[in-house]
């Protein structure tokens, strides 16, 4: 294994990073609690540059998606990376320090460690190949479960990175194979292509009779496109599976104007990629201000001010009253009005797909109850859109992500609440919001940064709490933000963390 000398890094300070060169390789060396480590200088999950990222509680975060990895050994903690961080051992010898890196894992080791998987006796079922699903047979994999992973899901392009549908995917600035995460390729799992048709005590049974018996199940069967309550057209357009991506980027190559009815996260993302394609775009809404229940109406409008300018036309604060192929027909200022294009594309959010029988406790809003540990009943637990956990239900991918790696977690015999940070990142053309934490109502935002240059962060507090951070442009900020908001923050902490990073030249 090659050995290099790692110049400039004997002298780094505490929590100091640095990106250097290591042969042909460029890792991340950092010093904390004293000690130097050195890791592989990419985050595993989209390449996001960990030397911009935050080192807080004996943990590195990553800038851009939030993924968490403990310094110690560079084991992950939390997503959307799937990996934990390859880490490299260092040697000090009169001040000099040098890095060996490892040689390529041989085919042969890798084919031994599948073929080793699957010996226990215990069978897992995942219902749902999707955030949720993927991560928590890679969690139960990682904590050495040997027994059998089946997987049940009628699409088998599934698990995609569902993120991507709305933003570069449908731009064509990404392909579309690309999205496919092939998750499950190294992990030994079977993977059953039906639908379910009931879920009853510890029994599963299929869409084609097959039945499957487990001793514990997690339940991710995610979210499907909600429909206003008219008649729609079939060849009204949805976004949700890559089929419906295929279909749209096949439409927009032939058609000039596109409407995005709803002022949904999809539905804005794709309002914004549409145009950057060159399409007009006209969004209808029923809200008078997107974004404003989530951000605030600063943020909101600011959003609002960015599209305009971009081309894109609103009608706002109307109500629906007929889809067709070609328009939508709107009551404005108590009289109907026929908007005309060539597609029509519905973005009104989501609703929890759970169209098989089952024994379930549900919730109000069509989720299914769980307590703190994602369990829904004995030896059934409940991740990602349909999970409503102690009255809360959040519909966003790396949160399904999260609850998928604690669901594991709890099946193997854990007993701990959920205690993750909600997180979420929304892209317009060329501008990322990153929102953590959960709000429905607050008393103050405190806002860091100019709004209107998209650089900023929006402290949303509540009796001098923080409990959401709505920011632009301030990776590392909100990096070293995601990991201190496990615990209860008030605003002078969070500004005292923001103003502690400092400015890159």
Known sequence: MPEFPLHGVVDLKENEKKLISAGKEKILVLRHQGKLSAFQSKCPHAGGPLEKGAICNGRLICPWHMGTFRISDGRLIEPPAMNSLETYPLRIEDSKVFVTLPSPKTAGQEKEKRRSA????????????????????????DKGFCGEIVVVDPCQEEPIDRTMLTKMALTDKTPVNRLQLHSFDQL??????????????????????????????????????????????????????????????SRARKGR???????????????????????????????????????????ASALLSLHKRRGIRFVLGVNTLQIASRHVVVEQRGSPRQINSDFVILGVGVEPSLKFDHDLPLAADGGVLTDESLRARNKVWVAGDIANVAGLRIEHWRIAQQHGMHAAKQMLG??????????????????????????????????????????????????????????????????????????PISLRQARRAIHSVRPRR
């Not at 059953?192 to 199940?217: Q, Y």
């Not at 993302?269 to 145009?275: D, F, G, K, Y």
């Not at 775009?281 to 404003?292: A, S």
């Not at 007993?415 to 934490?437: A, C, E, Q, S």
């Open 257 to 299: 104007h596109a409407i995005v009815l709803g002022t949904s996260f999809i539905g804005m993302e794709a309002a914004s990629a549409l145009r950057e394609r060159g399409l007009t775009v006209t969004v209808i809404g029923k809200e008078k201000l997107p974004f404003e229940q989530q951000f605030g109406s600063g943020v």
């Open 414 to 487: 854990q007993t701990m609440p959920l205690r993750n940070v909600p997180f979420f990142w929304t892209y317009h053309f060329d501008k990322t919001i990153k929102y953590l934490g959960h709000a429905e109502k607050w008393d103050d935002v405190s806002v860091i940064g100019d709004v209107r240059r998209f650089n900023f962060i929006a402290l949303l507090s509540k009796r001098d709490k923080v409990i959401a951070v709505v920011s632009c442009g301030r990776d590392e900020e909100t990096a070293l933000l995601a990991e201190l908001m496990r615990k």
């Open 188 to 249: 030994d799992v079977i993977r059953l292509g039906s639908s379910v048709k009931s879920l009853r005590g510890n029994l599963l049974t299929l869409s084609d009779g097959k039945k499957v018996r487990f001793d514990a199940a997690l339940v991710a069967t995610g979210g499907t496109p909600k429909r206003l309550p008219m008649q729609h057209p079939e060849d009204v357009y949805t976004i949700r599976h890559i089929d419906d991506l295929r279909r749209l980027r």
């Open 118 to 141: 699957s010996t226990g006796k215990r069978r897992m079922v995942i219902v749902g190949a999707g955030a949720a699903g993927s991560m928590a047979a890679k969690t139960l994999r």
